[in-house]
């Protein structure tokens, strides 16, 4: 299984782009990139998902290097409802059951 | 859809005694997970079905823990006998297949507590 290694906190204000770099050094060919919120007491939520170079949707954007062994998470504007833990999975195309959730990273944005 | 729904949604109970929690997955979808979450550990992947079949349960850290889906919509997890070092949010999650570009979708969660 690839290791992912995040940031443990990140604090931002309103209105800042936010990135969140996850490193992955033994990703495999097979290995998708997924990134997933989670409110508290709440269960995590797909935010976007990636396999290389540049994926956008109405939420985030993901960026994947060349040689996949990182990613970055890029958050727009956020806002006070953004508070939340962002983790990183790395997991075959093929068996979701093979990805595994790391620490995440607690995301705090300030008034 | 409602989404997934797991109940009880709270679960407060004593040592030794049986816990069973419940999950009804997303109409349609035909995998089904298993995740635990402490504040010590994170969120581990305790099992996971495809098809009703369980697939991997190399995450089921005891005896004490089992799991079943004997149907498409219905899944319980339990313990028997509890320990307090159960005390977890117990999530399941559901998605289209198993490959990891499908989607899985969480349940709000069961918050069990072992006295």
């Known amino acids: 299984l690839a290791k992912t290694t995040q940031p443990i906190s990140m604090d931002s204000y309103e209105g800042q782009e936010v990135n969140i770099t996850c490193s992955h050094n033994?990703?495999?060919?097979?290995?998708?990139i997924t990134w997933y919120q989670q409110f508290p007491s709440q269960g995590p939520r797909f935010i976007i998902q990636?396999?290389?170079t540049k994926v956008t949707n109405e939420v985030a954007s993901l960026f994947i290097p060349a040689d996949r062994k990182s990613s970055t998470l890029s958050l727009p504007r956020v806002s006070l409802s953004d508070t939340a833990v962002y983790y990183c999975?790395?997991?075959?195309?093929?068996?979701?059951?093979?990805?595994?959730f790391g620490d995440g990273t607690t995301l705090t944005v300030k008034p | 859809d409602a989404g997934v729904i797991q109940s009880p949604r709270h679960e407060v109970t004593e040592m030794g005694q049986e816990v069973t929690l419940r999950c009804k997955p997303i109409?349609?979808?035909?995998?089904l997970f298993w995740y635990r979450q402490t504040m010590m550990r994170g969120l581990e992947l305790l099992i996971y079905?495809?098809?009703?079949?369980?697939?991997?349960d190399s995450g089921m850290p005891e005896d004490r823990f089992s799991a079943k889906m004997p149907n498409a919509s219905f899944s319980t997890l339990k313990i028997q006998p509890s320990e307090p070092r159960d005390s977890a949010v117990y999530f399941c999650?559901?998605?289209?297949?198993?490959?990891?570009?499908?989607?899985?979708?969480f349940g709000p969660g069961t918050r069990l507590t072992v006295l």
């Open positions: 079905f495809n098809n009703n079949v369980p697939i991997d």
């Open positions: 999975l790395v997991g075959e195309d093929t068996n979701a059951g093979k990805s595994t």
């Open positions: 990636g396999y290389k």
């Open positions: 033994n990703i495999a060919t097979n290995d998708y």
């Open positions: 109409s349609g979808h035909n995998s």
């Open positions: 999650a559901s998605t289209l297949g198993l490959a990891v570009y499908n989607e899985q979708f």
